[in-house]
């Protein structure tokens, strides 16, 4: 049970995160929109597809809940990283 919650966690969900942060760094209104399309997609197609294969099961959540939670938590990640780019930026000078 650990392990499929780490490889929900540290999978998918994270990889999509990082890699669409890298490639729309800087440019706020694309990283939310690449991250909205993917996480529809994870979250409509390959969450079902992973729950039917046997991958994970997930018991309070649906397809709608996680897409909710995804995106936010992408939002969340991007103020946080401009928050820090802040923080560091002023104490530099």
Same mark, same amino acid.
């Given at each position: 049970?650990?392990?499929?919650?780490l490889a929900f966690i540290f999978g998918?969900?994270?990889?999509?995160?990082?890699?669409?942060?890298?490639?729309?760094y800087g440019?706020?209104?694309? =990283?939310? @929109?690449c991250n909205f399309m993917m996480d529809v997609v994870f979250s409509y197609v390959f969450n079902p597809m992973f729950q039917k294969i046997g991958h =994970?099961? @997930?018991?309070?959540f649906n397809s709608t809940t996680l897409f909710c939670i995804s995106f936010s938590l992408a939002?969340?990640?991007?103020?946080?990283?401009? @928050?820090?780019e802040r923080t560091n930026s002023s104490d530099s000078i």
């Open positions: 049970m650990v392990f499929d919650a998918p969900f994270f990889t999509i995160n990082l890699w669409v942060f890298h490639f729309t440019k706020f209104s694309l =990283y939310a @929109l =994970y099961k @997930l018991k309070k939002l969340l990640n991007y103020g946080f990283q401009k @928050l820090m």
